[in-house]
């Protein structure tokens, strides 16, 4: 709804419209971009109707601009008056959608629990997207290391490199320090670098990781050999 009122009754037929798509989910839109589109024209018919009134009762204005609960149809009072003037007392009421229903709060409850639901999703493929750019995956700490049945020592050797880790991103080991993993096929040398750059992660610290092969093939196709 781009055209905007040019009098009292075109801004209350919008409001019915947009307060109708609102009550039936939005009808694919946002409801808090309904709920801006609503509020503007909500303002524009209170101008219309020349009552922008800062002293007037908040009961007789949320009747007045047909503000009630879409559940219980309750009044809703205004929640505060916006002077837009600075003390000319030259503004709007300011609608509030809180009502104390059960089936308002309902309806706020699973918005809140629909809007940490698509925050979470965020989140997590922020973190996804930060896994790949890095190289790791969550499966890859020190938490999950397991060694082989026939070198069980490699636990200590864990430990070590968790505290080294843990000490290099606390700062305590200066800013060069080397930590050079040497073994045998299979011993977990791959499994503790990852563990490492996921520390950096966790500790929202940059870091980058790479296997050789993965590396020589990079090198390859920037550096082609005859």
């Not at 922020?126 to 938490?143: I, K, M, S, Y």
């Not at 880790?165 to 977990?188: C, D, E, I, K």
């Amino acid at each position: 709804m781009s055209t905007l009122p040019t009098n009292l009754s075109e801004a209350q037929e919008q409001i019915a419209l947009l307060r109708s798509r609102l009550s039936s989910g939005g009808g694919g839109a946002n409801p808090k971009e309904i709920k801006i589109l609503m509020e503007r024209r909500e303002r524009m018919a209170w101008h219309f109707a020349g009552k922008y009134d800062p002293l007037a009762d908040p009961l007789d204005v949320a009747d007045n601009l047909g503000w009630r609960c879409d559940f219980c149809g309750a009044i809703i009072p205004p929640s505060h008056f916006q002077d837009v003037n600075f003390g000319n007392r030259s503004g709007f009421w300011v609608r509030s959608y809180n009502c104390d229903c059960p089936a308002a709060v309902a309806s706020r409850h699973a918005l809140e629990a629909m809007q940490q639901a698509a925050s979470d999703a965020a989140a997590q493929i922020a973190r996804d997207h930060q896994l790949r750019t890095a190289g790791v995956t969550e499966q890859q700490t020190f938490a999950t290391f397991r060694p082989r049945p026939d070198w069980p020592e490699l636990m200590d050797k864990c430990s070590t490199v968790a505290e080294y880790s843990q000490a290099l991103l606390n700062g305590s080991l200066g800013p060069r320090n080397w930590l050079v993993l040497m073994g045998n096929y299979g011993t977990g040398k791959t499994h503790l670098a990852a563990a490492c750059v996921m520390a950096a992660l966790e500790a929202r610290r940059g870091a980058y990781f790479r296997n050789w092969p993965k590396t020589q093939a990079a090198a390859r196709c920037v550096f082609p050999v005859p």
